[in-house]
């Protein structure tokens, strides 16, 4: 019988690049903390942005919204939003929000970031991701692009999965990975008709559109309490988005 050939390959431009954050990364004391949101408020918000932004030449997909929920989320946290000096001695916590966004492209897994979220709204953010989209799917983002980030988030939902474990993007100390959105029974309650015809709740399995998170931190710099919080208030803001609105400046 004949034996098929190995094919041994260099690792060099991206893959270099990831060998060496990757490896770094794995040298952090980290934990992971996750949780499932409920998407049914943020599916009826995009519905009902979809035209206005499709009327600006903006695509709009969940992500932006996802991307204002963090940056809100850390005005409360800003702790989370930081570098870590390379010999832990000290931390810097980041004026800007630049939320990192993992894009798989025809070269490899990549991260630009998103400027100043904590400045910009919901379209000017979509705007950007679909700019940042664009230039990666072509191999032509900027050093400035890529350079800067604070803090990342990873949608990897939107190819599969619900659920993974996100490595740290360092000097930053914290990432989130998303899951894909999925329908699914939960208890819930309804309102139905008591025995004299009024109206009452009652618990019932409903539909619910889920989808997972899971945070990794720096376990030398961020304890679990701090995520656990953050990721409640990050969790209200897209189970409830009309309270975004409450919080934006
Ligand atoms: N669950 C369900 N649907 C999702 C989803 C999710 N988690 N994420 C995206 N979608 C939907 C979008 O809403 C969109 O639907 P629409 O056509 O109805 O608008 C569609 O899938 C395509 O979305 P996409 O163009 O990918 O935009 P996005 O803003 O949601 O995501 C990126 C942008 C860059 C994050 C994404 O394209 C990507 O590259 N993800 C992979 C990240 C990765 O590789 N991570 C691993 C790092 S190790």
Known sequence: MLAAADETRPLRGLAR????????????????????IEMDGLIALRDRLKPLAASRGVKLSYMPMILKA????????PDLNAHIAAD??????RGSHNIG?????PRGLIVPNIKDCQA??????AQELNRLQGLASQGKLSEDDLAGGTFTLSNIGAIGGTYASPVLFVPQIAIGAIGKMQRVPRFGLVTVDGPNGTPVQEEQVVAKHIMRVSWA?????????TMARFSNQWKAYLEEPMSMVADLR
């Open 17 to 36: 690049i990831m060998v060496k954050t990757m490896s770094a990364a794995w040298t952090v004391p980290h934990f992971g903390y996750c949780d499932e």
């Open 70 to 77: 963090t940056s809100l989320a850390l005005n409360q946290y």
């Open 88 to 93: 832990a001695s000290e931390v810097t916590i």
């Open 101 to 105: 966004v993992a894009m798989d492209t």
């Open 120 to 125: 910009r709204s919901i379209l000017e953010i």
């Open 217 to 225: 931190a720096d376990h030398r710099v961020v304890d679990g309490a």
